[in-house]
């Protein structure tokens, strides 16, 4: 067990707004969308086709050899974790005392697809014999324990679209126990292949606005009509601020706590009640050793889904209660679109920079606010948050009923 | 159809340049693929696979693991395409 505070000292993603953390933060920070009109072949039958890919290909930033035996989501989370590792400084741990935790949603998708065509046109002596280690889910976060030689343990939490948020609850865990001082968490996903892009249509689940991309991914907003689907990757890089301290490394803001919750209520439908999310944030808050008086921001989930964005606004209203009007909530997914398992780690860092610089980003493409909300949402500009100890929660759900909310507090 | 040794050689050494990235004009009949060229197990079959399809010649599982060197799949390859 260790008692000292869980801090953050590295941050990298790659997402749809930007290659890296600064470029993501900044297109945040100026309300771009990364959302596009799909221009493949496979792209033309689908009755949606737009989305959000990441903004620069990891064909551009990685070696040809070095991406041809990573499937995408691997590649994503390796460019991520990269900048991350580099960003920490010289961290200097025993590998024994250093885990990863890179979640995913899906998994290698585009792997398996691939190879399932392949075996069909050419027969199974053409499945590539990489493509095990490609799709396997912990993949990625196998991928980047190699890179840095991380012996402390590598796992994959696998919960939809709440797994990346859930990497970072598992990794904050991980230091409180003691079993190992430093840890890479995050989240990664490639999904936009047209499988799981009809899949999710077929949910209902997906923005029909073909026409509109930029203005599509909506949240909170009364036309909204489902979610646009992202791709990317989130990875921070977490240890003791005891140890932050010693080797003078910067410290974002402190992981303060998490809460884990499940609905029980239906397979992909969000409970409306929103029991289950409010006690995940109820819990996160606990932990943290907060009240919600001092939660001056949220980085709501918010995928701009018709029931999703209510039932949401209406756990937090529940679970921060009186003191609902103090927290400003951005749903940056207005931006980035929904990156499923990387969303809760994107999401997370967004709201980590949020303390640090005391800013929270806008919400675009809330024209006309849904009387149900009950929220102040950061609109079209972003917003000074106040000076002095401040906290934020990240919410990420996901298909299965799984809520994690992530109680992030500033630092110095 | 036949194939010269030479022809064989630079053959491989694209395909070990394409999968592992080391330079053609290291892929050399006495290099061991796993040894010297970074050619591990799983993608020891990744260029059996590209041999098979650049050479018409079949290389069975069994024979995979036989072919230690860059040597051994120039002779596998001239015997049996």
């Not at chain 1, 064909?59 to 070095?66: G, I, P, Q, T, Y």
């Not at chain 1, 990387?342 to 800013?359: F, M, Q, S, T, Y």
């Not at chain 2, 650049?54 to 001239?78: H, M, R, W």
Request: hydrophobic residues 45%; aromatic residues 4%; proline residues 6%.
């Amino acid at each position: 067990m260790t008692t000292s505070p869980v801090v953050v000292t590295g941050l990298g993603a790659t997402t749809p707004v930007g290659g890296d953390v600064a470029a993501t933060w900044s297109a945040l920070l100026a309300g771009q969308s990364g959302v596009v009109t799909l221009t493949q072949d496979w792209a033309a039958e689908l009755p949606v086709r737009i989305a959000a890919p990441v903004a620069v290909d990891p064909s551009e930033v990685l070696d040809r050899v070095e991406a041809r035996r990573l499937d995408r989501s691997g590649q994503f989370a390796l460019i991520a974790a990269r900048e991350a590792w580099a960003d920490a400084g010289a961290v200097d741990v025993d590998p024994e005392r250093l885990a990863v935790v890179v979640a995913s949603g899906i998994g290698g998708v585009h792997t398996l697809l691939s190879n399932y065509d392949l075996l069909k046109e050419k027969g199974p002596r053409r499945v590539s014999p990489l493509a095990i280690p490609m799709l396997m889910p912990n993949g990625p976060a196998a991928s980047v324990a190699l890179e840095v030689s991380a012996r402390g343990g590598v796992h994959t939490p696998v919960s939809a679209c709440s797994s990346g948020a859930e990497a970072m609850a598992y990794g904050l865990n991980l230091i409180r126990s003691g079993r190992v001082d430093v840890v890479i968490a995050g989240g990664t996903e490639a999904a936009i292949h047209p499988l799981p892009m009809a899949a999710f249509a077929n949910m209902m689940a997906l923005s029909k606005r073909n026409d509109e991309p930029q203005r599509a991914s909506r949240p909170y907003d009364k036309a909204r009509d489902g979610f646009v689907l992202g791709e990317g990757a989130g990875i921070v890089v977490m240890e003791t601020a005891e140890r932050a301290a010693r080797r003078g490394a910067r410290i974002y803001a402190e992981v303060a706590g998490a809460g884990l919750t499940s609905d029980a209520h239906h397979i992909a439908q969000p409970d409306p009640a929103g029991t289950g999310a409010t006690r995940a944030m109820r819990d996160a808050i606990a932990d943290a050793g907060l009240r919600p008086g001092q939660i001056a921001h949220i980085n709501a989930h918010a995928t701009s889904t018709p029931q999703g964005d209510v039932a949401e606004a209406l756990a937090i209203r529940n679970a921060l209660g009186d003191a609902t009007p103090g927290a400003a909530v951005s749903a940056t997914k207005s931006m980035t679109g929904h990156l499923l398992g990387a969303a809760g780690a994107v999401e997370g860092i967004a709201a980590i920079l949020a303390l640090h610089h005391r800013l929270a980003p806008p919400t675009i493409n809330l024209d006309d606010p849904d009387d149900e909300v009950g929220l102040d949402v950061v609109r079209d500009e972003p917003r000074a948050l106040p000076e002095g100890g401040i906290a934020a929660l990240n919410n990420s759900f996901g298909f299965g009923g799984h809520n994690v909310a992530v109680a992030l507090r500033s630092y110095g | 159809m036949a194939y010269s040794e030479q022809e064989i050689l630079s053959g491989l050494a694209e395909i070990v340049n394409e999968i592992v990235g080391v330079p053609t004009s290291d892929v050399q009949t006495d290099k061991s693929f796993t040894d010297d060229l970074d050619v591990d197990s799983l993608s020891m079959v990744e260029v059996a696979m590209a041999a098979q399809d650049k050479f018409g010649v079949t290389i069975p599982d069994e024979e995979i693991k036989n072919l230690k060197t860059v040597g051994d799949a120039v002779s596998f390859i001239a015997k049996n395409s």
